[in-house]
């Protein structure tokens, strides 16, 4: 059974509007949150982290929220961009166990 | 600069065959990992390694083994490729357990037939 889960495979956003990203987790031991790019035919690319003893973290236009009572992260790009437009992975880990668990990823398209 | 290189890039394999994908890095990384990518499923961890000399089994090990021999390369082998293997297979690696962001290969396409 999954501990990470997208449930979205696909969103499509409006350049310019806000794109929002969500995850959810089922392992209460995780204490470490990683969003990953990913374009065609390349690895995944690291895109924002955030710890387990934060609520926020922002990074130019992309800001990751962490509410750890509900399981639940989500990734805000704000404004979207065309190039944008990639697979985003959420993950998750135990930084003792240096082990990490990945979501199935959700396919964000920005229109122009 | 290379950072991850893996080879193949792609490869088909007949069912039955036995297999080494091949990753290598330069840049001294402690920590590396083999994943496998599916639709519908993200990447899944096959086997990972906290230094040279040390592997430890992820989620998905069976019908793959790996060795460290050195910090630099880390093979992924399947002894008897099965059609189920078929995926995209990313080699990532981690400079140590205080960091936390992973580097990830180009990956290798195989197709067991």
């Known amino acids: 059974d999954q501990q990470v889960k997208q449930n979205s495979p696909s969103l499509s956003v409006q350049e310019g509007r806000i794109s929002i990203l969500n995850c959810d987790y089922t392992?209460?031991?995780?204490?470490?949150f990683l969003w990953y790019k990913k374009y065609p035919a390349e690895g995944p690319t690291f895109l924002i982290s955030i710890s387990s003893i934060k609520d926020k973290n922002e990074d130019g236009r992309f800001t990751v929220f962490l509410n750890k009572s509900a399981k639940h992260l989500s990734l805000h790009i704000v404004p979207s961009q065309p190039g944008d437009s990639a697979v985003y992975f959420c993950?998750?880990?135990?930084?003792?166990?240096?082990?990490?668990?990945f979501g199935s990823g959700t396919k964000l398209n920005v229109k122009p | 600069i290379a950072g991850i290189t893996q080879a193949p890039t792609s490869q088909i394999l007949a069912a039955g065959r036995r297999m080494t994908l091949r990753c290598t890095q330069d840049m001294r990384h402690n920590a590396m990992y083999w994943y496998r990518q599916d639709l519908g499923l993200g990447l899944r961890l096959i086997h990972y390694?906290?230094?040279?000399?040390?592997?430890g089994k992820g989620e998905v090990p069976d019908g793959y083994s790996v060795s460290r021999a050195n910090t630099d390369d880390f093979p992924l082998t399947l002894a008897s490729a099965v059609p189920s293997q078929t995926s995209v297979y990313f080699c990532?690696?981690?400079?140590?357990?205080?960091?936390?962001?992973?580097?990830f290969g180009p990956g290798t396409r195989l197709t067991v037939l």
């Open positions: 390694s906290n230094t040279a000399g040390t592997t």
């Open positions: 993950a998750a880990s135990v930084r003792t166990f240096n082990k990490f668990y």
């Open positions: 392992n209460s031991m995780f204490d470490y």
């Open positions: 990532a690696t981690r400079a140590g357990t205080n960091t936390d962001t992973q580097y």
